[in-house]
């Protein structure tokens, strides 16, 4: 799947206000890290494609009556939901994990299981194997994840950029591939998952390691080497000294906190009213229906009757990498609830279309096309504003001194509806199963439906407003409609500061004012 890894704010305190430009050797390092998330994109993509292919069906499916051979509903749930499986297991033992071992460390230790997992999945002719090494591969998908969002949030200025292009790859090399009936066909595409896995478990070493965990161990002198690696050449002393004392501060700070914290808080008083945002917003991505048309795109497709399933799929992720370019430059501009409910609006209407051309239309070349269209309008949307804002959302309803709690909470959850909705799609959509086909888009419809109506009334506008507001607004109970127009303590105190300033004074100017664009 294409999306935009926006880097979270707070990560290099001290530049982040400079360019990308200014940032280059920084970005280029991180671009080398972000290489990593290639793995789950291109995987995702080409298990879509096998589940339609001849050549890996040959192998691994059962023969029908009409000569071809097709996939077991089993064996096409589990292919699929042991990757998310693999996810939640990393996502669980992640904390302990990159605490103890590092940045880099953790990078290598994902590429080892991965090659692991790959090799099985190549060598193998038989199913059972098959599940092993699909868990493996979600188990260092999980951990590049995951230490990819680390690291770069580490290490990098805010709001930089990436955008994984996995997915649109490993749909073209699908394409391509299509009408090879031999087992060379499904091997050739799991051979180049290879790249990522030895490309950084050699690489890895040559990169600085996150100056905040060296520091978190107390290693300041390293700590101070890796910043000067990372800003760019020219950068005062004085700066990263700077910086690295922000960094010390912060984690001083977090430590005093997780001392006062604990889980349970999420649940109390006006914590609680974050903490059930905080989940609804994880749960976004699952309630969009996504995860069944990234997972099963190419063979819903085909039993929908498309003539091209291979070529529709290249369209989708076409259509997606195009409007993933578009999501930060519309976030800066109108704001998580504004573009959520634009997205979740436009998702509804187009699911709703599906279902109703899935059940009246038949399969035929114009309703074929029709199917193509509306997805794409579907997967656009999706790509601009759902994908990139779901998880920051999520991260910005937490009371900060409760993040890493909540957001937990809230990731289990999100990582729990998507296994789910992979693992039971095969049951609604099969000719052995429900047989819905298009038709199963009744259920996302409504599904993006009410997502719609529940952001509009209970999901908050968080633009431009500073943690502290957040909390006062959350401890005031103002209404979520009304949180763009409330005005905080802080806001009346300082209108109060600028009528008492003398008109005399000069006033700052604009490259100097410090803004919050999100």
Not at 161 to 189: D, E, R, W
Request: glycine content about 10%.
């Amino acid at each position: 799947m294409v999306g935009v890894v926006d880097i979270p704010a707070g990560g290099a305190t001290a530049m982040s206000n400079t360019t990308l430009k200014h940032n280059i050797k920084c970005f280029s390092i991180c671009l080398i890290v972000a290489v990593s998330n290639f793995q789950y994109g291109f995987d995702t993509g080409i298990i879509n494609g096998f589940q339609a292919m001849q050549g890996f069906l040959r192998v691994f499916g059962v023969p029908s009556t009409d000569g071809t051979f097709v996939i077991q509903t089993q064996f096409q749930q589990l292919i699929t939901s042991l990757l998310q499986v693999g996810l939640i297991i990393a996502s669980c033992v992640i904390g302990p994990f990159s605490t103890g071992l590092g940045r880099r460390a953790g990078f290598a230790v994902a590429s080892i299981i991965g090659c692991i997992g790959i090799t099985i999945q190549i060598l193998v002719t038989v199913q059972w194997p098959v599940y092993i090494g699909r868990l493996l591969l979600g188990i260092s998908n999980g951990i590049y994840v995951n230490m990819t969002v680390l690291y770069i949030s580490e290490v990098a200025p805010a709001h930089l950029p990436f955008v994984n292009l996995g997915g649109f790859i490993g749909a073209i090399v699908s394409n391509a591939l299509q009408s090879n009936l031999t087992k060379h066909s499904y091997q050739i595409q799991l051979a180049i998952l290879y790249v990522v896995p030895v490309w950084l478990f050699f690489v890895v070493w040559m990169i600085p390691e996150s100056p905040r965990w060296l520091a978190v161990k107390g290693r300041e002198a390293e700590a101070e080497r890796s910043l000067i690696r990372l800003r760019p050449g020219g950068t005062r002393r004085e700066e990263i000294e700077e910086e690295l004392k922000a960094i010390q501060e912060a984690i001083s700070v977090e430590k005093q906190v997780a001392t006062d914290v604990i889980w349970k808080d999420i649940w109390k008083g006006p914590d609680l009213r974050r903490t059930l945002l905080c989940i609804a917003c994880a749960t976004f991505h699952a309630a969009s229906g996504v995860n069944f048309l990234v997972g099963y795109g190419t063979f819903f497709f085909q039993i929908a009757g498309t003539t091209k399933p291979f070529t529709n799929t290249i369209i989708l992720q076409s259509v997606n990498v195009g409007t993933s370019l578009c999501a930060l430059p519309l976030a800066r501009r109108f704001g998580r609830r504004t573009l959520l409910l634009w997205g979740f609006g436009a998702t509804t209407v187009s699911m709703f279309a599906v279902a109703l051309l899935g059940t009246l239309a038949g399969a035929s070349a114009a309703s074929g096309k029709a199917l193509v269209a509306m997805l794409c309008v579907f997967l656009g949307t999706y790509g601009a504003t759902i994908g990139p804002l779901g998880w920051a959302a999520a991260g910005e309803m937490a009371a900060n001194r409760l993040r890493s709690y909540a957001f937990g909470a809230g990731m289990a959850v999100g990582f729990f509806f998507a296994w789910l909705t992979v693992f039971t799609t095969p049951f609604f959509i099969n000719v052995d199963g429900l047989n819905l086909g298009a038709k199963v888009a009744w259920i996302w419809a409504p599904s993006n439906l009410v997502t719609f109506v529940f952001i509009y009334f209970f999901l908050p506008e968080t633009k431009g407003r500073k943690l502290e507001e957040l909390d006062e607004l959350f401890y005031n109970h103002v209404p979520a409609r009304k949180f763009s127009s409330y005005k905080c303590r802080s806001q009346l105190l300082d209108a109060e500061s600028r009528q008492d300033t003398p008109s005399s004074v000069e006033e700052l100017p604009d490259d100097k004012v410090d803004t919050n664009d999100i």
